[in-house]
């Protein structure tokens, strides 16, 4: 976008988003909970929300695989119907709003998990370790929850205990948009007319509204967003034990 930057941050600054939040509980003095009800001992909730397309499917993807008893629940499932998406005034099928999702479905997702993670667990298909037939309360349980329009939802953002914001520019977001396919294909202006201005509208509700969050450069390598994501999720864990 060259000198002006829509988003009204500071040139240079990553924008867009991603996010990541995580839950450690709470049995003693965990002071790691961001109001979630942590659960049993080490429990942990880490989630990714960012921008469209800057690079949290592929982040969540690499942390699902190496952490220990790790969930995941993907906002892009609670995609209501087509038939049931609003058109703005511009035209546009309103897909980039909370209206769009079906929140409440994705929250009980969320407290499923926090209410019995192994059962949570065992019904995704997500091996639970040890092998024994009863896990002890003791083990660790992570859930990753990604999505692009997370901390808009008090409702959902209060369960986070760590969340994260990957930010890429206007120009590479649309480079990459360009190149995916959704299962409703974007119509050609979608993501000047619609995408990109919900994205900063929902950016700022966001500041304004103080919520905390990690910024991730997304125009870093996947490696380096992976490792320090994975670092600060492993110093989590290890206050929460
Ligand atoms: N760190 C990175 N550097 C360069 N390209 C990346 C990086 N991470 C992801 N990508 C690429 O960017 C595109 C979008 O990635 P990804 O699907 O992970 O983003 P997303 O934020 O989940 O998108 P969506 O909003 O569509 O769900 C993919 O083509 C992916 O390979
Ligand atoms: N997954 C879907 O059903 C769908 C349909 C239409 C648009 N989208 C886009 O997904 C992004 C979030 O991942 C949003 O920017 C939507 O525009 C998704």
Redo the contacts with the bound molecule.
């Keep these: 976008m060259g000198g002006s930057d829509p988003s009204g941050c500071v040139p240079g600054s990553p924008q867009g988003?991603?996010s990541f939040s995580g839950v450690c509980p709470a049995a003693g003095p965990s002071g790691f909970q961001t109001g979630s009800n942590a659960i049993l001992p080490p429990l942990y909730r880490p989630a990714p929300c960012?921008?469209?397309?800057?690079?949290?499917?592929?982040?969540?993807?690499r942390l699902v695989k190496a952490l220990p008893n790790c969930c995941v629940v993907?906002q892009?499932d609670f995609f209501k119907p087509q038939d049931q998406i609003e058109v703005g005034e511009d035209g546009f099928k309103q897909w980039d709003v909370l209206d769009s999702l079906d929140m409440e479905a994705m929250v009980s997702t969320v407290r499923a998990w926090i209410e019995n993670p192994v059962k949570f667990a065992r019904s995704h298909g997500v091996n639970v370790t040890p092998g024994s037939r009863e896990p002890s309360s003791q083990d660790t349980h992570i859930l990753v929850i990604?999505?692009?329009l997370l901390y808009n939802y008090k409702p959902l953002m209060e369960l986070f205990d760590l969340r994260y914001y990957?930010a890429?520019p206007y120009d590479?977001c649309k480079r990459?948009?360009s190149?995916?396919s959704?299962t409703v294909p974007d119509p050609p202006g979608l993501f000047d007319g619609h995408v990109w201005p919900m994205y900063l509208k929902h950016r700022k509700q966001m500041e304004d509204a103080g919520v905390d969050v990690v910024y991730l450069d997304?125009?870093?390598?996947?490696d380096?967003?992976y490792n320090q994501v994975f670092e600060d999720i492993h110093n989590k864990l290890l206050n929460c034990s």
């Design positions: 988003l991603g960012r921008v469209t397309n800057g690079g949290k499917t592929t982040l969540t993807n993907h892009d990604e999505g692009f990957l890429v590479e990459r948009r190149t995916r959704y997304g125009l870093k390598s996947r380096e967003l």
